[in-house]
């Protein structure tokens, strides 16, 4: 008999063809996301999941599915997975890391340029029908170019955010749980700084750290009121890495410049306030979402799953001990 997999969230039709010749493949197409009942539900007799960062993959979960033995993420990023949980029951848990770091990168500037060139402001108050005409004061921004980027977490996204400002002139600090090599540090012309360094350095902070207990509100009132006066801070990492009420108070008071954000706490109901601010860009989670990258990170994932169930081998196991 061929292993059952469940697919928890709309795919493209090569996905659901690639895992079509391993497994019994049932798929949620519908592309709503399934409650944790009815996870648990459909879940009960899969050996596999193909699974994005709305489900939520823990002990709770793995309880009631005694035969999954996969659970592949279709992201960079697992903090809906519980490790410990997945470890315990023998569940292996992938990621796709690698296939959206250049996409990711592209759109981190995309923000950076919004945010500090004002562009979607000016767009809304154009569209508005309130331009009259030019004026030497109009929508004043920024400059990006020879400013200082700052970026927390210098993993394979941060350097690659890294070595795009190189074509802006800018002067590159990081910070990062651990140094990079002085070769990696070259090739992104980029200096290492302690975190009371970067924040007081940075025109522009770019935030690149997984989303864990440890990265949770990194960002708060302590650290945003040490950021540059005047500084942008841009978050296409993970919600909950920054604290969105502390942010929200230091871009009204004016201490921050502004904000480009593709993530929030509590996605998709966003603090309301942010909508209500001008110096805000605000995007809904699509950092990664170019048509090449996302078919590749389904593909990524759904080839883990198939070498998970076939080998035990999965390319991007998170927990080995599984
Ligand atoms: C990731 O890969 O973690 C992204 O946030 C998914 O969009």
């Given at each position: 008999m061929r292993p059952k997999v469940l697919v928890t969230r709309e795919v493209f039709q090569e996905t659901l063809d690639y895992l079509a010749r391993f497994f019994e493949v049932e798929s949620n197409q519908s592309d709503v996301p399934l409650t944790p009942a009815q996870l648990a539900e459909r879940l009960a007799d899969k050996d596999g999941a193909l699974t994005v960062l709305t489900d939520r993959v823990d002990a709770p979960l793995l309880a009631q599915c005694p035969k999954l033995k996969a659970a592949c993420n279709i992201a960079v990023g697992f903090n809906n997975f519980d490790l410990k949980a997945c470890t315990e029951r023998g569940v292996m848990a992938t990621n796709t890391p690698g296939v959206l770091d250049a996409s990711t990168a592209d759109f981190t500037w995309a923000l950076i340029l919004a945010t500090a060139r004002r562009v979607t402001e000016s767009e809304a108050w154009l569209r508005a029908g309130q331009w009259s005409g030019w004026r030497l004061k109009q929508f004043l921004g920024a400059d990006v170019h020879h400013a200082t980027l700052g970026i927390l977490g210098m993993g394979r996204i941060g350097q690659a955010v890294a070595r795009r400002a190189r074509g802006f002139d800018m002067t590159v600090l990081y910070h990062n749980t651990r140094r990079l090599s002085a070769e990696v540090e070259k090739s992104c012309h980029a200096a290492y700084v302690g975190m009371d360094e970067l924040l007081a350095r940075s025109d522009i902070l770019t935030l690149h750290?997984?989303?864990?207990?440890?990265?949770?509100?990194?960002?708060?009132?302590?650290?945003?009121?040490?950021?540059?006066?005047?500084?942008?801070?841009?978050?296409?990492?993970?919600?909950?890495?920054?604290?969105?009420?502390?942010?929200?108070?230091?871009?009204?008071?004016?201490?921050?410049?502004?904000?480009?954000?593709?993530?929030?706490?509590?996605?998709?109901?966003?603090?309301?306030?942010?909508?209500?601010?001008?110096?805000?860009?605000?995007?809904?989670?699509?950092?990664?979402?170019?048509?090449?990258?996302?078919?590749?990170?389904?593909?990524?994932?759904?080839?883990?799953l198939v070498a998970a169930l076939t080998t035990g081998k999965p390319p991007n196991l998170l927990n080995p001990p599984a």
């Open positions: 750290v997984p989303y864990s207990p440890a990265t949770h509100h990194v960002i708060g009132a302590k650290e945003l009121t040490r950021m540059k006066p005047g500084a942008i801070l841009i978050n296409a990492a993970r919600g909950g890495v920054v604290d969105d009420a502390a942010l929200i108070e230091a871009l009204k008071r004016g201490t921050l410049a502004a904000a480009g954000l593709d993530v929030f706490e509590n996605e998709p109901r966003l603090n309301p306030e942010f909508l209500q601010l001008k110096n805000v860009v605000l995007t809904p989670h699509i950092a990664s979402s170019t048509e090449v990258t996302r078919r590749k990170m389904a593909m990524t994932a759904a080839e883990n």
